[in-house]
């Protein structure tokens, strides 16, 4: 369909922009594209939501929360209890490796060991990542590996 | 022949070479029915005299007897006979690749053979042959580059600048003669893709020019070609007619070809092409290739900001081009500009952002995506107190449209019945 095609094309666009806009600010004040990140969030939340059989637009979305994270870093953090609950969420319903491959991003991002993080931060992101980790072994009990491979990668990596 | 060229391996050279043998191969070269293997077995020779230091007696043997052949050319180019010409031309290229070191260590005395290889190139109308002298170029470039062989370089000069005259004209468009003279292959796409495969080649070629002739020289050598053409037709120009546009795209490929040896400080050529360029009538493969070939100098741009309106007005008429072709290369150049001029963009956000907007939904997807990078290292240049009234001018509209696509894919009863409940429209309620 026209209008789905149009929906991931323009997505890749918003991602170019996430790409390259990555203002200089300290670390105590509120990067500003992360401000425009979280004022856009609910569309590519409520685009997960209902389009959660369409892979070409759960996997662009995907990939612009997961640059999001990888241009702003820990800056991103305002963004992470939104995003976590949506990536969960997100793999939950439709199982679809994407949201774990954009769950990779956080738990590179924000290890224990980067600057500037609270503790609450890191214990949020040990959290969302044992729930993840959990939801994720269940679905591998339901599913043949060959349709995990994101999966795989990810808890190697992070595992 | 065949049998000679297998003991090549086996028996020593010399003895070959001052046989009763070696007349026979040579006289083998003007019968029809032996010359592919006669050629065939001097190339097998040259191959075995590359240590030129050891083979130099064989070299002094062998050099005249392929230097008479080069009377041959002009004749069988005459006769148009295609084969005849492309095993001479392969002779004398293979000759030239074995002893390309003694040509640069004694160049006088191996000029006839570089400017035979030169008229091989010269004189290949079909473009059929001329591929085979092209690792010829590139080998003697590699030496007489070299510190130690300037003087070769001086001296092979005028041959290097005539090889680039030979390459231009090679790069032209055919001029088809019946009265369709949209389809200038006449329906023939093979030759149509070798085609566009050959003038990247010959681009290559090109830049082995600028290597050995300085790349001032080479592009003072497209300006006087435009200059030259300006000349000649430049008062016949009329809405949608260019005539002999053929000459006039082929400069300004050859000026994008070379754009990666040129510095970004060169001050003496391009200061006088790139008016030139943004001047140049509109004729789509002209256009085209005057829109690829500013996009080849923006690094160039950067440093001469006097130039970059005219330039950026020209690329952004493109757009409106009725070519697709054309608006997408414009696309491809809107980038390269935003991304190396983004420096001196940075005040003209703004009127970018418009431009941006105007144009996105009128562009193919690759497309969309070029303009996006170019537009976003612009932003990416504006202070933080800036980035996110810029960040949501410029993505807002992208993000409007995906809801109001997304508005209408759930309307749509197929997505529905695909997708099930999820897509109910009442659900969607980002805000």
Known sequence: MDS????????????????????????????????????????????????????????????????????????????????????????????????LWATDSIVREFTPDAPGLTRETTEAVFNFFQQQATNFLRALNDLPPEELPDGMCHSMTAG | ??????????????????????????????????????????????????????????????????????????????????????????????????????????????????ETILECAARDKEKDAISLTFNFWYELKQYITLERYVEARAQFADIYSKLVDVMVSHLEFPRPEGSDTSDLFEGDRDQEDRFREFRHQMGDVLKDCC???????CLRKTYEQIEQWVGRNGAQVSQGQVPNWQQLEAALFSLRAMGRMVPPDENIMLPRLIPLIVDIPDQEKVRFQAVMALGRYTEWTAGHPETLEKQLNFIMAAFQHPSKEVRTAAALSFRFFCNDCAELLKPFCGQLQQFYESVINTLPTTSQEEITEGLGSVLAKLPA???????????????????????????????????????????????
């Open chain 1, 4 to 99: 789905i095609l149009i929906i991931s094309d323009h997505l890749q666009l918003v991602t170019i922009f996430v790409q390259w806009i990555q203002p200089y600010v300290g670390p105590s004040e509120l990067n500003p594209a992360v401000k425009y990140c979280q004022e856009i969030f609910p569309v590519l939340s409520a685009l997960v939501d209902n389009f959660s059989n369409f892979t070409p637009i759960l996997e662009r979305v995907c990939r612009c929360w997961r640059y999001m994270v990888l241009s702003y870093r820990t800056a991103a953090a305002p963004l992470l209890p939104s995003l976590a609950e949506k990536l969960a969420s997100g793999f939950a319903s439709s199982r679809q490796g994407c949201f």
């Open chain 2, 1 to 114: 022949m065949e049998c000679i060229t297998s003991w090549i391996r086996e028996v020593p050279l010399a003895d070959i070479i001052n046989s009763p043998l070696m007349d026979v191969v040579t006289n083998a070269l003007h019968s029809d029915s032996s010359f592919e293997s006669a050629v065939e077995c001097f190339t097998a020779i040259f191959r075995e005299t590359r240590d030129v230091d050891e083979y130099l007696e064989a070299i002094k043997n062998l050099y005249p007897r392929i230097i008479a052949q080069r009377s041959r050319l002009a004749q069988v180019s005459e006769e148009e006979d295609a084969e005849t010409f492309k095993g001479l031309t392969r002779m004398f290229a293979e000759a030239g690749e074995a002893w390309v070191v003694l040509i640069a260590r004694l160049p006088n005395d191996f000029r006839a053979l570089v």
């Open chain 2, 211 to 217: 290597e050995v002739l300085g790349v001032t020289e």
């Open chain 2, 385 to 431: 107190d800036q980035t996110f009234e810029a960040f949501k001018m410029s993505c807002d509209p992208v993000i409007k449209r995906i809801m109001e696509m997304a508005q209408s894919a759930t309307d749509e009863s197929s997505k529905v019945a695909i997708a099930g409940e999820c897509t109910r429209p009442s659900r969607w309620t980002p805000y």
